[in-house]
C-alpha cells in the first residue's frame, strides 16, 4: 500500500482523475463526482478505502486531495458529513498554502452547503472559481461554472443559470473531456425541463444519453430527465420505464439524490394517472432518501405530493402530518433564497460598478499611451509632429471627455434600474412574508373542515369511535391554536411594515426598562423551548430597583433584546451539543444599573463564545455564526441601528472563544 501512496504523489498533478486512478489501483476505491464507470465500487468502499489513505504517510498535498474526494463520495450519501471533510481540506490547503487544493476544497464545500444556505454557497463557489482562474485550472473552472449555475435555476433566473451552464460544457469540449460533457448536457436538459422547453429537455437528454452509452458510464440521473419529458409529453409506459431504471442505477451506485428524483418522478406520473396509493408508496421512498441525504428540496417535493395524495384519499392526519413538513421545508428554503436574492443582487450591482471604472481606467491608459508614443516620435520629427502631437492631444481630450460621459449617464442608468429592481425584490418579499402564515391559516383551516366532517357522522351509530372522536376534537383544538398563532403572526408582520413606514417619527416613552428586560427574556425563552422542549437554562436577573424610567421606543428596544436573548440561547444550546454531559450548565446572565449618567443593560453567557475575526464582522449585514439553515444575518446588524441611531446609545461586545459571550447596551439616561 505503501506504493499507491508513490503513485498517489505522482499523478496528483492530473487532478481528480490521478486520485482515483492510484487509488482503484489498490482494489476497492473511490468514483468520480460526475458519471461513475462501469465496475467501479460503491461509495461506501471507496470512502472506506480513501480513509485507508489517509492512516498512511504521505505529503500534506496528497491529503488534501483525498480529503476532497471523501467529501465528494459523502456528498451522494449524507450533506453534512461531506462538508466536515470539505472542512478539513480547506483548512490543511490553507496551512500549506496549496491553492489548487485550496479551490478545490471550497467547490466541494459550496456543493454541501448549496441546499441549504444558496447566499454562503455561492459565495464559496465564486472564490474557488477566482482561484481556479489564477491557476488556470480549466476543469475547476468549469465545475464552479456548472455549481453557480445550479444556484441560479433554483432561484428561477432561466438566463443566468444556463448562461453558465453552456460556459460550463463549452469548456468540456474544448479539453475534449467527453465524462464532464455527459454531465454538463444533462443538467442543460434538466434546466429545460425546470422552465418547460420540453422538446429543448429532450434534445440535451438524449445526446447525454447517447454519449454516456458509449463511454459506459451511469445514467440515473439522464434516465429521470428522459422520464420527465415521456411523462410530460404523455407517454406514460415509457416514462414508467425510465424511472425505474433510474431508481435502480441509483440503488446500484448508493445516489440518494438520483433516487429521490426519481422516486418523486414515478410519484408524480401515478398521481397523473389517477393511482394515489403507488403514489403515496413511491413518494414516502423518495422522501426517506432526501432526509437521509439532508436535501432540503427533495423533502419538500416529497411532501407536497403526499399532502396531496392523502388529502385526495380521505386520510386527514397523513395529510396533516405531511403538510407540517412541507411548509417547515418551505419557510426553510424560501429565507434562503430570499436572502440570496438580495445578496445576488448588491453583488450584481457591485460588480458593474467595477467593470464601468475598469473601463474609464482602460480608456484613460489607452490615450496615455497614445501620448508617450507621439512624445517618442517627437524625438525624431521634432517640428512636425509637434504640430500633429498637439492635434492628437486635443482630439484624444475630447474623445475621452466624450466617453467619460456616456460612461457616467450609463452608470446612472444602472444605478436607477438597480435601485427600481430592489424596489420590486423588496415588494415581494413583503408580500411573500405575508404570504407564510395566510397560507398556514388556510392549509389548516381546510384540515380543521376535514377533521369536522369525520366527526359529523351519523351521531346515533352504535359503531362509532369514541376514542377517535377525541383524537379528532384534540387535532381540531391544535389547528385552531394554529390559526390563531398564525394571524397573530400576520397582524404582527403588518404592525411592523406600518411602523417601519413612520420612519423617524416612532414616539419615545418613558419606560421601565426593568419590566422590558422581563418580559422580553421570557419571550424569548419561551420561544426557543417551543422549538425544543428538552432545553432548559439557568436564568439569573440582576436588575437595579433603583433604575428610573428611560426614554426609549419600548418595541423597538424590546426587539434587540428578544434577538440579543435568543442569540444568547442558541450559544448556550450549541455549546450544551458539544460538551454534552452533567459539569456544563446553560446559564444566561441579564443584569441592568445606573454609571456615569447612562443606564447599562448587559446580557452575557456561557455559550460557545466568538473568535476575534467574528467578533470583528458581528454587526456586519448578512453576517452570522448560526450554523447553515439557521438565521440570515441581519438580526445583529438591524440591533446595532437601533441602539445606536435610533437611540444615541452604543452597543458593545466582549467575547471568548469556548467561554461565553457579553453584550452591553448603554443608553442616554
Known amino acids: 500500500m505503501i506504493s499507491i501512496i508513490t503513485r498517489v504523489s505522482a499523478l496528483r498533478r492530473l487532478g481528480w482523475l490521478g486520485i482515483v486512478l492510484a487509488v482503484l489501483l489498490a482494489g476497492p476505491g473511490p468514483v468520480v463526482a460526475g458519471p461513475r464507470a462501469a465496475g467501479t465500487p460503491t461509495p461506501g468502499a471507496a470512502v472506506d478505502s480513501l480513509r485507508h489513505l489517509l492512516t498512511l504517510p504521505q505529503t500534506d498535498f496528497d491529503r488534501v486531495t483525498l480529503l476532497c474526494q471523501i467529501s ?19 483548512a490543511l490547503a490553507r496551512r500549506i498554502h496549496y491553492q489548487q487544493g485550496e479551490g478545490a476544497a471550497l467547490n466541494r464545500l459550496g456543493a454541501a452547503l448549496r441546499e441549504s444556505n444558496l447566499a454562503r454557497s455561492l459565495e464559496v463557489f465564486q472564490q474557488s472559481l477566482r482561484i481556479a482562474e489564477t491557476t488556470h485550472d480549466q476543469g475547476l473552472i468549469a465545475q464552479n461554472l456548472r455549481s453557480i449555475g445550479i444556484i441560479y435555476v433554483y432561484l428561477r433566473d432561466k438566463r443566468q443559470g444556463l448562461a453558465y451552464y453552456f460556459r460550463a460544457l463549452k469548456i468540456g469540449e474544448q479539453l475534449h473531456d467527453e465524462h464532464r460533457t455527459v454531465i454538463e448536457l444533462s443538467n442543460i436538459g434538466l434546466a429545460y425541463d425546470l422552465f418547460g422547453q420540453i422538446d429543448s429537455s429532450r434534445i440535451f437528454q438524449e445526446r447525454a444519453y447517447a454519449l454516456a452509452r458509449r463511454l459506459h458510464t451511469p445514467t440515473n440521473y439522464i434516465l429521470y430527465g428522459l422520464g420527465n419529458v415521456a411523462r410530460k409529453s404523455g407517454q406514460v409506459a415509457q416514462a414508467r420505464t425510465f424511472y425505474h431504471q433510474s431508481i435502480a442505477e441509483s440503488k446500484k451506485v448508493h445516489h440518494l439524490r438520483s433516487l429521490n428524483f426519481a422516486y418523486v418522478g414515478l410519484a408524480e406520473l401515478y398521481q397523473k394517472i389517477g393511482q394515489p396509493d403507488s403514489s403515496i408508496y413511491y413518494a414516502r421512498l423518495g422522501c426517506q432518501a432526501a432526509q437521509t441525504n439532508g436535501f432540503l428540496r427533495g423533502v419538500l417535493n416529497a411532501s407536497t405530493l403526499l399532502t396531496q395524495d392523502f388529502k385526495q384519499r380521505g386520510r386527514p392526519d397523513s395529510a396533516l402530518k405531511y403538510q407540517s413538513l412541507m411548509l417547515v421545508m418551505k419557510d426553510t428554503l424560501f429565507g434562503q433564497e430570499k436572502v440570496m436574492r438580495l445578496q445576488s443582487l448588491n453583488y450584481r450591482e457591485q460588480q458593474r460598478m467595477q467593470e464601468v471604472a475598469a473601463s474609464q481606467a482602460a480608456l484613460r491608459a489607452r490615450y496615455r499611451t497614445a501620448g508617450l508614443v507621439a512624445g517618442l516620435v517627437g524625438l525624431l520629427v521634432l517640428a512636425v509632429i509637434l504640430a500633429r502631437h498637439g492635434r492628437q492631444e486635443e482630439r484624444a481630450r475630447r474623445a475621452l471627455e466624450q466617453s467619460l460621459a456616456e460612461l457616467k449617464t450609463a452608470q446612472d442608468q444602472l444605478v436607477q434600474r438597480e435601485k427600481m429592481a430592489f424596489l420590486g425584490e423588496l415588494t415581494a418579499g413583503i408580500a411573500h412574508e405575508l404570504q407564510n402564515p395566510l397560507n398556514f391559516v388556510k392549509n389548516f383551516a381546510e384540515v380543521s373542515t376535514e377533521l369536522v366532517d369525520e366527526i359529523n357522522g351519523d351521531p346515533h351509530n352504535p359503531a362509532r369511535d369514541t376514542t377517535l372522536e377525541r383524537e379528532i376534537l384534540d387535532g381540531l383544538k391544535q389547528n385552531l391554536k394554529q390559526i390563531s398563532q398564525h394571524g397573530q403572526r400576520a397582524t404582527s408582520i403588518i404592525k411592523g411594515m406600518l411602523e417601519h413606514s413612520r420612519t423617524g417619527t416612532s414616539q419615545r416613552l418613558p419606560t421601565d426598562l426593568n419590566a422590558l428586560i422581563e418580559e422580553s427574556l421570557r419571550l424569548a425563552y419561551q420561544g426557543l423551548r417551543t422549538k425544543d422542549k428538552d432545553f432548559t437554562a439557568e436564568l439569573i436577573t ?17 426587539r434587540v433584546l428578544i434577538n440579543l436573548f435568543t442569540n444568547a440561547f442558541h450559544a448556550v444550546q450549541q455549546r450544551q451539543r458539544q460538551q454534552s454531559g452533567p459539569d456544563y ?52 446588524s438591524m440591533s446595532h441601528e437601533i441602539v445606536t441611531k435610533g437611540h444615541g446609545g452604543t452597543l458593545a461586545v466582549q467575547s471568548r472563544e469556548g467561554e461565553g459571550t457579553e453584550f452591553v447596551i448603554s443608553l442616554p439616561g
Open 72 to 90: 465528494d463520495q459523502l456528498w451522494t450519501q449524507h450533506t453534512d458529513s461531506a462538508a466536515v471533510y470539505a472542512n478539513k481540506a480547506l
Open 542 to 558: 440582576q436588575l437595579d430597583p433603583a433604575l428610573p424610567p428611560v426614554s426609549v421606543v419600548p418595541q423597538d428596544l424590546s
Open 585 to 636: 450548565q446553560p446559564a444566561l446572565t441579564v443584569s441592568s444599573r445606573v454609571t456615569a449618567g447612562q443606564v447599562e443593560i448587559s446580557i452575557r453567557d456561557n455559550g460557545t463564545g466568538m473568535s476575534e475575526k467574528v467578533k470583528a464582522k458581528v454587526f456586519q449585514p448578512f453576517f452570522t455564526t448560526k450554523p447553515v439553515g439557521e438565521g440570515t444575518g441581519l438580526g445583529l
